[in-house]
């Protein structure tokens, strides 16, 4: 697919500028990306996944991967906070083709604009909090983190162990207004980079989550199938904005050098046009590996995605770098936008999986072992 042919990359162009004009004041003052979320919900980009039946924009996965990419070389804080919800809507889409329940998510985010948190690559196979069983349901007590856009989220998708009687430690996954009831949302997101995503805590003190609400219950520990679908729908989402925030070094690089180049200058854009395209291929390949949303939910799917996660984060982060050596030593000043690209893109490599899992992960797998120990 082009990515000049998508009406979500014309609207991407066209509110684009005014975030780039506000990235560095974000950062520097660690300040949530309101307004342009403010401004993206009233353009119906949170719901461009969302089918037109249910109220949404009909685009392809593929379509909103793009669209990622390329807001996120205008702030990369505002589209990677985005693509925490947009992997959310598209793992409701795909378990809604697959005849599973997705139907009322989509309905929220295409009809009612609901904004989702998620809260899953901290809580991976073992979960942080604790649901104690009572009467109708459970009662949640936990402090979840990095849960992108909370300031202004509208539910959060998350989960909690749950030591059952009979079955022992399980993990229960459910989705809470952010509004509930013994919700808090802390605004104590200080970080390296990606300052603007608003990823901070959130704390459940004794939230009530009916029985009816847990939509997966899965053995704690344990490598459940669910991440197949998880993985797969989320990955490439995220990894496309980290891909932006390369492509936005490499041309920022080039331009500065192409203002005072030396003899060392050709071969350095010539190692950053190298590493950017890794980047890109990897990326590339992994939205294909997600089939517009049509893909069989392996193991080897799962373990596909994952080892090109690695390659993209590493490939951006190299990049990144690259374009900082290329331009000088004017990169290094704030001024250029260089070095708040390359502390951005170090975030790439703490999703799921981080390079040692995700080796880990491939290599059990390449011994016929179940992928996690």
């Not at 983190?145 to 030591?163: C, R």
């Not at 939509?215 to 459940?224: I, L, M, N, S």
């Not at 004017?330 to 995700?358: C, N, T, V, W």
Request: with cysteine; aromatic share 6%; hydrophobic share 45%.
């Amino acid at each position: 697919m082009s990515i000049m042919g998508s009406r979500w990359i014309d609207l991407v162009n066209e509110v684009g500028p005014s975030f780039a004009a506000k990235a560095a004041a974000h950062d520097a003052g660690d300040t949530f990306v309101a307004e342009n979320y403010a401004v993206l919900k009233q353009k119906k980009l949170f719901s461009a996944l969302v089918p037109e039946e249910f109220g949404g924009g009909g685009a392809r996965y593929s379509e909103v991967c793009a669209a990622l990419r390329q807001l996120a070389r205008y702030c990369s804080s505002t589209a990677l906070a985005v693509s925490m919800h947009q992997h959310l809507v598209a793992a409701a889409l795909y378990n809604h083709r697959k005849g599973r329940p997705g139907q009322k998510v989509l309905e929220a985010v295409g009809g009612k604009d609901v904004i989702l948190i998620s809260t899953g690559a901290n809580d991976w196979l073992a979960s942080r909090g604790e649901a104690t069983k009572v009467e109708g349901g459970f009662r949640i007590n936990a402090v979840k983190t990095f849960a992108s856009g909370s300031p202004v989220g509208d539910m959060l998708m998350t989960s909690a162990a749950y030591e059952d009687p009979k079955e022992g430690w399980q993990v229960l996954h459910f989705p809470v207004p952010i509004k509930a009831e013994g919700v808090t949302v802390n605004q104590d997101w200080r970080a390296m980079g990606m300052r603007g995503t608003g990823s901070g805590s959130v704390v459940l003190k004794d939230v009530f989550v009916a029985d009816a609400a847990v939509a997966v219950r899965r053995a704690r520990g344990k490598y459940h199938a669910v991440w197949n679908t998880i993985l797969t729908c989320a990955m490439p989402i995220i990894m496309s904005v980290y891909v932006g925030v390369a492509e936005e070094a490499a041309e920022r690089a080039v331009a500065a050098a192409r203002k005072r180049p030396d003899s060392a200058t050709p071969v350095l854009l010539g190692e950053l046009e190298n590493l950017l395209t890794a980047a890109r291929l990897a990326a590339d390949d992994m939205v294909a590996l997600n089939a517009e949303l049509e893909f069989e939910p392996t193991n080897e799917r799962a373990n596909a995605i994952l080892v090109r996660k690695t390659l993209v984060a590493n490939a951006v982060i190299a990049t990144c770098a690259k374009a900082l050596e290329a331009a000088g030593g004017s990169a290094y000043m704030r001024a250029s936008g260089i070095e708040r690209l390359l502390r951005d893109a170090y975030a790439a490599q703490f999703h799921p999986l981080p390079e040692r899992k995700q080796q880990e992960f491939t290599g059990r797998m390449a011994l016929g072992l179940d992928p996690v120990a």
